[in-house]
């Protein structure tokens, strides 16, 4: 079984009210690259890119986008530097149930069902989920219906104390990896939406333990080469280990702000386990 959610991806992103300069004075700051070292990679000058940034200079839409491909700016984040500059905004943002993204939908629902009895789902740029195949709703099995109302959101699920947080064997470790992850997206992106997630998922309490939740197995027992999640499901620990894909130079807002993530079986006994769950 695949869930499916649709519709546009709405994050905030920056005013466009303040100019460009400053916006991407912000961005290069914020990249710690000097005007010289940006004026060298966009073929341009130290001096031209000083103007630019103070306002004496308005950069061509071809120059905003190129100063925004150097910088690493975020797709959504380049529409917003060109409505600053006062141009159009150059990339889409097609509704993921539109017509246009047909065969990438079916794209993403053919990957992620060849990748079962293994979990894996696509969420969106504030981790609601897009598409999850059985290996996810066996996990989510015993969550209470009102956290499984759409839309799903994957960070909720997981750290919630009612989610599956008081599942998760190594929670504190695990929870710690998603808090980072988070920070690191936030650094990157001007998001209003993800900031308030982060501080509404940070605040929740560390549950206490499932009655009669399988111990924690003593360290050492299995020589995991990332950091792994290890989950309860129906008296067995299940060992995963998390891997994140995101599309190459996308040209749609929507497209760049989906991400693929895979749960890759960390030692036998959780293959067997799925194996037997899902023949």
Do not use: C
């Not at 950069?59 to 797709?75: I, K, N, W």
């Not at 992850?181 to 998001?191: G, K, T, V, Y």
């Not at 990332?226 to 040209?251: D, K």
């Amino acid at each position: 079984m695949t869930i499916l959610a649709t519709g546009d991806v709405r994050v905030p992103t920056a005013p466009s009210d303040r100019g460009v300069g400053p916006l991407l004075r912000a961005w290069r700051e914020r990249r710690r690259i000097s005007q010289l070292e940006l004026a060298l990679r966009a073929d341009s000058s130290a001096r031209h890119i000083s103007f630019v940034e103070t306002g004496r200079s308005r950069p061509s839409e071809e120059m905003v986008l190129r100063l925004a491909e150097h910088l690493d700016v975020p797709v959504r984040e380049r529409n917003a530097l060109l409505l600053a500059a006062g141009y159009a905004p150059h990339y889409p943002e097609t509704p993921l149930d539109d017509p246009a993204l047909g065969a990438l939908r079916e794209g993403l629902e053919r990957l992620i069902q060849g990748y079962e009895p293994y979990p894996a789902l696509v969420v969106d740029a504030v981790y609601d989920v897009v598409a999850a195949n059985r290996g996810v709703a066996m996990l989510l099995e015993g969550v209470p219906e009102r956290l499984l109302t759409a839309p799903l959101n994957a960070m909720r699920l997981t750290l919630h104390p009612e989610g599956l947080a008081p599942r998760i064997r190594n929670l504190r470790e695990w929870r710690g990896h998603l808090l980072a992850q988070m920070e690191r997206q936030i650094a990157l992106h001007r998001s209003g939406a993800l900031r308030a997630l982060y501080e509404e998922v940070a605040a929740y309490p560390l549950p206490e333990p499932v009655a009669g939740a399988v111990e924690e197995e003593a360290a050492g027992e299995v020589p995991y080469f990332a950091l792994p999640m290890r989950i309860e499901h129906e008296g067995q620990v299940l060992s995963f280990v998390s891997s994140i894909s995101t599309f190459n130079t996308p040209m749609d807002v929507t497209v760049a702000e989906l991400a693929i993530e895979t749960f890759l079986p960390a030692d036998p006994a959780t293959v067997k386990h799925l194996r037997t769950m899902m023949p």
